[in-house]
């Protein structure tokens, strides 16, 4: 190039839940079947969007105004129909002119850590999900700062953690929550929640809540959010239809922004993200003018419902396997469809493998060892031996804790039940190895 085109300081921005699928289908070309459990697509794994839904999708489609541009915010009926659904379960108000629509929460995410100050920083949860420290870090070109998440506690928020974290770094002035979580699969409780926000209001934070996951909530979970204790702290929380509609080829998510007239800096905040948008036009149409027709429909609940049952029995399922494997530990989640499989420390001693009877595929993954951490070595091991493709908790979320994240995604009931059958006789071997 006749100069440089890239900045002084150029950090490589991994994302392993799909970096790990290249590896993959260098293994798939070579023979090896593989079992694709690195990312939250529910439609990849089997299930299907129900015909009533692409019922008023198709009907949507065959309407001109689909094919038009929406205005800049969002289509203010599909707004309006947001504020008061919000408004009908929460204290905290939230009006039409205050949401925002996106083509999918990772533009989402892309411009809310794009339009800080340079010097301000977001502390997030470890584990958390690699969008948001990926983005944060580049924009602060500098290491995530996270404060911890306790599985000892159903992955509740170390609020003794986050205070230490806020009170030593005076540039954090935001905290982000992912609630249910991902890769946890915890929802906090209401006492949580109300421990983010007194710290949040203590040190002069906002928050930034995400809750893609909101309405996959297992039974008995905990029925909080972040809305129901924000009190006069702002607050930015993400929705979208990806996961729950499930439509994640749709690229529709929205912000949503609470007490804007509480703080000046957050309202100019908004602000500028509503002038960027502008620059962009708009965000898809056809997405925002059906939101409000699926969710209003009698079917809507209870196919929410069913969905978290199904993700729920899973987790029984996996947690009941891999109960007698010594040195693994794994927290019942409470929501979403992910569940994140610890290894006890110091374990891993040695140079611990798995048999590949394949040289090809052995001669895949051998660069990648040297350099691995413990989990992420065991993760390219199962891959190479077994065909099951999961995501590390270290390089793929950003975590101290050792481990990796498995879906409960699996709609055809033999195929997973094979899959941990599978998986449990790779750990024990592998730990015995």
């Not at 002119?97 to 989402?108: C, K, P, T, V, W």
Request: charged share 25%.
């Amino acid at each position: 190039m006749r100069r440089q085109i890239l900045p002084e300081i150029t950090e490589k921005l991994p994302y392993e839940i799909r970096e790990i699928v290249a590896v993959a289908e260098e293994i798939q070309e070579l023979g090896q079947d593989i079992v694709w459990e690195n990312i939250g697509d529910p439609v990849a794994k089997g299930e299907a969007t129900p015909d009533w839904i692409k019922s008023i999708v198709k009907e949507a489609a065959g309407q001109d105004s689909s094919y038009a541009y929406s205005p800049t915010k969002g289509i203010f009926k599909t707004r309006e129909f947001l504020a008061q659904r919000h408004n009908q379960r929460s204290e905290t108000k939230l009006t039409a002119n205050n949401i925002l629509f996106f083509n999918g929460l990772g533009d989402a995410i892309s411009n809310i850590y794009s339009h800080l100050h340079r010097e301000a920083r977001v502390i997030g949860p470890d584990p958390s999900y690699v969008s948001h420290t990926a983005a944060e870090a580049s924009h602060a070109k500098d290491d995530p700062v996270m404060y911890r998440l306790n599985p000892s506690d159903d992955w509740q928020v170390d609020l003794d953690d986050l205070k230490a974290k806020l009170s030593e770094n005076l540039d954090i002035v935001a905290i982000l929550i992912i609630n249910p979580g991902n890769p946890t699969g915890g929802v906090f409780t209401k006492k949580t929640l109300q421990g983010v926000v007194d710290l949040a209001k203590e040190y002069d934070c906002f928050i930034i809540a995400d809750e893609i996951y909101d309405g996959l909530r297992f039974p008995d979970s905990p029925d909080s959010r972040i809305t129901d204790v924000l009190g006069s702290v702002p607050a930015v929380v993400m929705h979208g239809m990806s996961k729950e509609v499930p439509w994640p080829g749709a690229r529709c998510g929205w912000l949503e922004f609470y007490n804007t007239d509480t703080d000046l800096q957050f309202e100019q905040f908004r602000k500028r993200l509503i002038d960027t948008k502008m620059h962009e036009v708009c965000s898809t149409t056809l997405p925002q003018m059906v939101l409000p027709e699926i969710l209003s429909d009698s079917r809507w609940l209870p196919y929410l419902k069913e969905r978290s049952l199904m993700y729920h029995q899973r987790s029984l399922q996996l947690i009941e396997a891999l109960s007698g494997i010594n040195g693994v530990t794994v927290v019942q989640p409470a929501g979403a469809y992910y569940v994140s499989v610890l290894f006890d420390n110091n374990i891993f001693s040695g140079g611990k493998t798995l048999d590949i009877d394949n040289p090809e595929i052995q001669s895949i993954i051998s660069p990648i060892l040297p350099d691995a951490t413990p989990d992420e070595r065991f993760v390219y091991f199962l891959l190479a031996a077994e065909g099951i493709c999961v995501v590390p908790l270290s390089t793929g979320f950003h975590s101290r804790l050792s481990g990796f994240r498995i879906t409960l995604l699996e709609s055809n009931e033999e195929v997973f039940a094979d899959t941990l059958t599978r998986l449990c006789r790779a750990i024990e071997t592998y730990l015995q190895s």
